[in-house]
């Protein structure tokens, strides 16, 4: 009976570690409040020469990211920050908003106004997974047909 058991959670460990990025993230994060990031997207592009992180903030409609925030990798203090247009965000918010962000572990995040998540668990450039919050709004205003639905209001790039 032991060695069925130890077989079993064996098994349950193994599959548990080849289970997709995605699958963990929407596991995780399906009743998150991403309130925070309303209206901004993040985009982390790797290390610098230091090993700090490198994050581009855009705001909405923007075409150039409005700041570029160093963060230092092991204790989530903002080394720098580097804003391009605009007024920098109150230093406290943001340093609350990058440490939210790093603790998601994604290098692609947007909430847009209406609170739909845009995430991509690989890289940065393009989201392939997207939490919808209200799918009336969302589907007059965006198309998903390269989406595959994969739970609730979760959906998945094919």
Not at 74 to 100: A, D, R
Request: charged letters at 25%; aromatic letters at 14%.
């Amino acid at each position: 009976m032991k060695k069925i058991s130890l077989t079993i959670i064996t098994l349950f460990v193994l599959m548990s570690c080849n289970t997709p990025r995605y699958k963990k993230l929407v596991l995780n994060y399906d009743s998150f409040n991403f309130e925070i990031f309303t209206g901004l997207e993040f985009r982390n592009r790797g290390l610098d020469k230091d090993g700090n992180i490198i994050l581009l903030i855009f705001e909405k409609n923007s075409l150039v990211y409005n700041s570029t925030i160093i963060v230092d990798k092991k204790s989530e203090n903002i080394v720098s920050v580097e804003t391009i247009k605009g007024n920098p965000k109150e230093q406290q918010f943001l340093k609350t908003m990058v440490s939210e962000f790093i603790k998601i572990n994604v290098p692609y995040l947007k909430v847009d106004y209406e609170q739909n998540v845009f995430i991509n668990p690989d890289n940065f450039e393009h989201y392939n997974l997207v939490r919808i919050n209200d799918p009336k709004t969302f589907f007059r205003n965006k198309n998903l047909n390269n989406f595959k639905k994969i739970i609730d209001r979760w959906y998945l790039r094919d």
